[in-house]
T-cell receptor
Framework: SAVISQKPSRDICQRGTSLTIQCQVDSQVTMMFWYRQQPGQSLTLIATANQGSEATYESGFVIDKFPISRPNLTFSTLTVSNMSPEDSSIYLC?????????????FGPGTRLTVL | KNEVEQSPQNLTAQEGEFITINCSYS?????LHWLQQHPGGGIVSLFM???GKKKHGRLIATINIQEKHSSLHITASHPRDSAVYICAVPAGGSQGNLIFGKGTKLSVKP
C-alpha cells in the first residue's frame, strides 16, 4: 500500500494569488496524479506527473495555470496560479500501488482550497 | 468516452440494514474502482475489480463485465459507514485517468 500526505490540508486565498500544494508518498512511485473536485462535482484528472519529465495535462488544463514539479519518486507539487473563485475545489494527489487485492489507486487526504 | 452512472444519488438507512449501491458504465473496461470519500474530502480505495466478486469485512463488490454493471454492498451497516461512495473506470490515455461517477451519499442512522 501507499500512504500519501498533502500540505496544506486547507487554505483560504485571495483572488490573483498562487498556492502550491505538496504531495508526499511513503514509497517510490513512477507516476503521480493530480485531481480536482469542484463543489458538488466528480473528480477530474488535471495531470499526470512523471519523475524526470514534464507533466502530461488533460484537456482543459494548462501548465501556466497548474505548474507541476516532480523532483523525485516520492514527491510532487501542484501550483494553482493566479487564482479565481472558480478554482475553489478539493485538490487530491493519487498514485497507483499494490493493495490487498492487487493494483489499487491510493489517494491523499486532499487540500480544500477556497478562493475569495 | 465512458460514462458512469451511479444510483441512488442519496441513500438513508437504519443501522443494521443491508445496503446496495449500483454503478453502470457505457464502454467495456479492464477494471472498476470503488472509492469512499469522507466528509473532510479524503478518499480511500475500497476495491479494484475486473471480474466476479471481492469481499473485505462487511463490504462486498461485484461486477458483471457483460452487462457493464457493478454493485457495492454493505452488510450490517453502521453510522461510521456514512460517506460518499464513488465508482470509477479507466478513461484510457493516462494510466490514472479515471472517470468518476457522481457518488452516492450514504447516511446510516443509529
Amino acid at each position: 500500500s501507499a500512504v500519501i500526505s498533502q500540505k496544506p490540508s486547507r487554505d483560504i486565498c485571495q483572488r490573483g494569488t498562487s498556492l502550491t500544494i505538496q504531495c508526499q508518498v511513503d514509497s517510490q512511485v513512477t507516476m503521480m496524479f493530480w485531481y480536482r473536485q469542484q463543489p458538488g462535482q466528480s473528480l477530474t484528472l488535471i495531470a499526470t506527473a512523471n519523475q524526470g519529465s514534464e507533466a502530461t495535462y488533460e484537456s482543459g488544463f494548462v501548465i501556466d495555470k497548474f505548474p507541476i514539479s516532480r523532483p523525485n519518486l516520492t514527491f510532487s507539487t501542484l501550483t494553482v496560479s493566479n487564482m479565481s473563485p472558480e478554482d475553489s475545489s478539493i485538490y487530491l494527489c493519487s498514485v497507483e500501488g499494490r493493495g490487498r487485492g492487487g493494483n489499487e489507486q491510493f489517494f491523499g487526504p486532499g487540500t480544500r482550497l477556497t478562493v475569495l | 468516452k465512458n460514462e458512469v452512472e451511479q444510483s441512488p444519488q442519496n441513500l438513508t438507512a437504519q443501522e443494521g440494514e443491508f445496503i446496495t449501491i449500483n454503478c453502470s458504465y457505457s464502454v467495456g473496461i479492464s477494471a472498476l474502482h470503488w472509492l469512499q470519500q469522507h466528509p473532510g474530502g479524503g478518499i480511500v480505495s475500497l476495491f479494484m475489480l475486473s471480474s466476479g466478486k471481492k469481499k473485505h469485512g462487511r463490504l462486498i463488490a461485484t461486477i458483471n463485465i457483460q452487462e457493464k454493471h457493478s454493485s457495492l454492498h454493505i452488510t450490517a451497516s453502521h453510522p461510521r459507514d456514512s460517506a460518499v461512495y464513488i465508482c470509477a473506470v479507466p478513461a484510457g490515455g493516462s494510466q490514472g485517468n479515471l472517470i468518476f461517477g457522481k457518488g452516492t451519499k450514504l447516511s446510516v442512522k443509529p
